[in-house]
């Protein structure tokens, strides 16, 4: 799951506060709240076909996080939208595009944890890329990292913050193991998300996933649920422990960045029968047709100059 540079990527125009600017001239302030403590908040958007899939539940998780960490300014939707349609046309992307959503606090006057010291901002950086579905569908091997995953009563997940640090440790432990992903658990010993994704097992028919207690409230999870639940698939959202995994028919990893994919080792366990697996296949299919036909046209709607309505 190395990710490698795009060659077309090489002349990006990122956008910060509104400022189009070529990648290697775009800048923060040394000042930015999300450089001193990762106090900022953030999405993965993906462009299909001149559509954003999922953008408004994105972007009602993003003023969701950043409520939470009491931000005294919040974007409104129709300004970030119009912004992305200005970053998105100032590139010539319409296809095959990933997009790193960032809000921060803002500046500070100086150093320090403070909030009342951010006296500038938010800051809204826009970051997009050519870059397609990163996992590797012919199967992923994990390891069970030893970092936990935060209960809410240590750091509530609902809180899609920039402050990633467990995900980077437990991803150096896979690395180390030469596996390509780690999964984490949490404090009680249960399955809760990936480093960077999450997870489900398929366990004699019917799919199984975590609660979000210590992860986070993923998109693409609730999509697969919503196909599950469209397609009279059976499926339980329930604590999940690492045996159920080991014995499972299945196993499969969802994101934004990479969409669906089979996980096929567990801690040297083979998973299932080592390859990828009906239910796996099924749910990518049924995947790949909402987001062929669903998503938000980013667009379509600059003459409009309506309210945003979410897509179906």
């Not at 992923?140 to 402050?163: A, G, M, Q, Y």
């Not at 994704?197 to 210590?214: E, P, Y």
Request: charged share 25%.
């Amino acid at each position: 799951m190395k990710q490698h540079f795009d060659e077309r990527n090489r002349d990006l125009i990122v956008n910060v506060n509104g400022e189009l600017v070529h990648r290697d001239q775009a800048r923060i302030s040394p000042f930015d709240s999300v450089v001193q403590g990762g106090d900022g908040v953030w999405e993965g958007l993906r462009l299909y076909d001149g559509r954003i899939f999922k953008l408004i539940p994105h972007l009602d998780r993003l003023r969701g996080s950043a409520k939470a960490l009491a931000f005294t300014e919040i974007p409104s939707h129709e300004h970030i939208i119009r912004e992305l349609r200005r970053t998105l046309e100032a590139n010539d992307m319409r296809d095959g595009v990933h997009i790193r959503l960032t809000l921060t606090r803002g500046e500070k006057i100086t150093s320090g944890m403070d909030p009342r010291l951010n006296q500038f901002g938010p800051t809204l950086i826009i970051l997009p890329e050519f870059k397609a579905p990163v996992y590797d569908k012919g199967g992923l091997r994990f390891i069970t990292s030893s970092v936990r995953r935060f209960p809410p009563d240590c750091l509530d997940p609902k809180i899609h913050h920039n402050n990633l640090i467990q995900s980077i440790l437990a991803k150096i432990e896979a690395n180390a193991a030469g596996a390509d992903t780690a999964l984490m658990l949490d404090r009680d010993g249960f399955i809760a998300e990936a480093h960077g994704t999450h997870v489900f097992i398929v366990d004699g028919g019917t799919v199984l996933t975590s609660r979000t207690d210590a992860c986070p409230e993923g998109i693409t999870r609730e999509t697969v649920l919503e196909l599950c639940a469209a397609h009279a698939i059976p499926h339980e959202v329930r604590r999940v422990s690492l045996m159920e995994a080991y014995r499972a028919d299945e196993m499969f990893c969802t994101g934004t960045m990479g969409e669906l994919a089979a996980v096929t080792e567990l801690d040297g366990r083979v998973i299932g029968d080592g390859t990828l697996g009906p239910m796996t296949q099924r749910l990518s299919a049924l995947y790949g047709e909402r987001t062929s036909n669903d998503g938000y046209p980013i667009f379509e709607d600059a003459s409009a100059g309506g309210s945003v309505e979410p897509e179906s």
